[in-house]
């Protein structure tokens, strides 16, 4: 028998049995007892609002799976556009696909000449990169016609591929017009990741060390989609208005711009900053305990209450990459604030343990990133997850332009007074 829950209402004892599948019960059954009655759940903390075959995330367990890989083996042995492929079409591909996938990838890397020559030099001097790139890919929408026929499934496929081809250009066009450097232009003969830490690091010669370019492409592949968050959710409401994708991945952006949603490894910086040594990190850890001061960043997780599967992959790549650009020298207090952690009851009994911020700026301030490119890294490789959801979003018959009801708390009806009379 099919687990059921069965819920009564006990005004006019009407009762209503719906099945539970995966843990979810339709919301119908509300409906079902009185059209009246709707659930009041401030950030969706017990909402599921879609069905999606995308990514299965445990938290209890600590699992990450991309269509039903896991993020470990996917980090290990593929590729950032393999991955993109795996999200957007349901599989990996074989080799002829890839080839064919890379080639159209890299055929739409290039901008149009006015993005850099007028809009971009329209920014204030010091703007910041995320800002910019947020009005970046809102803006690149206008320069394709085809843009807003996303009833058509070959413009979808079309508009698709130049977002996730054009992002690393915007990136990093975003980055050096705030610091002051001229543009570079894509190199097709780079690979994905390779390309990106061209356009923002060359000056004169520039050769990229592999192990480097690795690290990129598995930090791309880490932040590539993880499920309902605040970003994605984003995407599928302002997508569900059938706008054009460029319009709904700049909602997106700007909802990771927010500090509490693409902010965290920034903050771990500051934090690890502010610590300053070793010595420093049991007298940190007890003022984050009294709950008087300091917080600790890069610990605990909204859905994981598990070791974030992401974050070991994320300290492993950490060291490989400082082999090449020497430690960084947070780190040591890094290393020393998780083991303090990680063997005090006080959050152990909570479930904090390190998420994927916790070291990855730590990589990026190591490579040269400066802490104000740190959300544009984020939403450069989360592009092909939102467009993964926005495409299964239009594809599925359920969904309908979204409307959440409210709970009205404010007055009744009141006698109206002219305002000529007051």
Partial sequence: MPDTI???????????????????????????????????DPAFMQTAACKSAITYLDGEAGILRYRGYPIEQLAAKSTYLEVAYLLLNGQLPTPDQLAIWKSEVTRHTFIHENMRKRFVDGFHYDAHPMGMFVSAVAALGTFYNDAKEIEDAASRDKQILRLVAKMPTLASMCYRFSVGLPFVYPDNDLSFPANFLNMMWKIGEYDIDPRLERAMDVLFILHADHE????????????????????????????????????????????LTEIGSIEHVPAFIEEVKSGKGSRLMGFGHRVYKHYD???????????????????????????????????????????????????????????????????????????????????????????????????????QARDYVPIDAR
């Fill in 228 to 271: 309902q968050n605040c970003g994605t959710t984003a995407m599928r409401v302002v997508g569900s208005s059938h706008v054009d994708p460029y319009s709904s991945c700049a909602a997106a952006a700007a909802a990771l711009y927010g500090p509490l949603h693409g902010g965290a490894n920034e903050a771990v910086i500051r934090m």
């Fill in 6 to 40: 069965t819920i009564t209402d006990d005004r006019t004892g009407k009762k209503v049995t719906v099945p539970i599948i995966d843990g979810v019960f339709p919301a119908t059954a509300v409906r079902e007892l009185d059209p009246s009655l709707y659930v009041y």
């Fill in 309 to 411: 599967p992401r974050a070991t992959i994320v300290k492993q790549t950490a060291y490989d990459v400082f082999e090449v650009t020497g430690k960084n020298p947070l780190l040591d207090i890094a290393l020393k604030l998780e083991e303090v952690a990680l063997s005090d009851d006080y959050f152990i009994s909570r479930k904090l343990y390190p998420n994927v911020d916790f070291y990855s700026g730590l990589i990026y301030q190591a490579m040269g990133f400066p802490v104000a490119m740190f959300t544009v890294l984020f939403a450069l490789p989360r592009t092909v997850g939102w467009l993964a959801h926005w495409q299964e979003l239009l594809a599925d018959p359920d969904q309908k332009i979204s409307r959440p009801r409210q709970w009205y708390v404010g007055p």
